[in-house]
């Protein structure tokens, strides 16, 4: 069985292409159990998402409840009782493509890796990934970098959660970020399939546009925060961790450029 987590919040204009793209999956809807975390939201979320349940039946759908405390709050609520042997994540403004968790399951199983990933929106995957044989391996120190690995994207094994544990929940913005670089500290069978997947936000670009990743600056606090746990934990040194910073800034410059650009385009 699969479990999707899925935080929702005021998704009301979202969440049914979201769940129908479950719903259409070719490996067949019964394989998975979705989980729905209500975050607070204040729209018309809640009330379809009880209606949609009520007309499919035949879907394991759980809707929870939560006062509204971030996507890493939601999600760790899901995954706490999540049941499956496989654990997909799906946020509520994205939709998979129907053979995205089959194509992911092959090599799940066939390959025996523990966390599998795929590009979103026709993106490329860059360096300082490569892709060899249609996967490009996922490491700590690449994720220092480049984290590639949209949330939506991702399907992992349950020993992750028994040698990881869950998100940081003090972690609003580059959460994702945060635990695969500890995921990567405990299991080296990480990889991206270079397979573009998953339709994410719409098809907006990836940056400064849509959702979370469109407040540039508290994405560039959370790179900054993570990199700061990860010198405290010993995972880099003072050099790495200065040399980071300096890294991270410039990116963070860079997008503001990029996005002040493409809306001047509007």
């Known amino acids: 069985m699969i479990s999707v987590i899925i935080p929702l919040y005021n998704a009301e204009k979202t969440i049914i292409n979201a769940l129908n793209s479950i719903k259409v999956q070719t490996v067949g809807a019964e394989e998975f159990e979705i989980i729905i975390i209500n975050d607070g939201s204040t729209d018309k979320s809640k009330s379809l998402v009880e209606k949609y349940i009520k007309e499919n039946p035949s879907l394991h759908i759980q809707l929870l409840e939560l006062a509204n405390g971030g996507v890493s709050k939601a999600r760790n609520l899901g995954l706490k009782i999540a049941k499956g042997e496989f654990i997909a994540l799906l946020d509520a403004d994205d939709e998979w493509l129907p ?77 994702d970020l945060n635990y695969w670089m500890k995921i990567a500290k405990n299991n080296n069978k990480m990889y991206i399939l270079d397979e573009s997947l998953l339709i994410a936000d719409g098809g907006k670009r990836t940056f400064g546009a849509a959702g979370l990743s469109a407040n540039l600056y508290a994405m560039e606090e959370g790179f900054q925060k993570n990199l700061k746990e990860m010198y405290l934990l010993k995972h880099i040194n003072f050099t790495q961790y200065l040399f980071l910073r300096a890294f991270y800034k410039a990116k963070y410059l860079l997008l503001l450029g990029r996005t002040y650009y493409y809306n001047l385009r509007k």
């Open 99 to 175: 053979e995205k968790t089959k194509k992911q399951l092959h090599y799940l199983n066939n390959k025996n890796l523990d966390f599998i990933a795929t590009r979103r929106n026709n993106n490329k995957i860059l360096l300082p990934y490569r892709v060899e044989n249609h996967l490009a391996k996922i490491t700590f120190t690449k994720l220092l970098i480049r984290n590639e690995a949209q949330p939506s994207t991702v399907i992992f094994k349950r020993k992750i959660l028994e040698n990881t544990g869950y998100f940081n929940e003090n972690h609003r913005y580059a959460e």
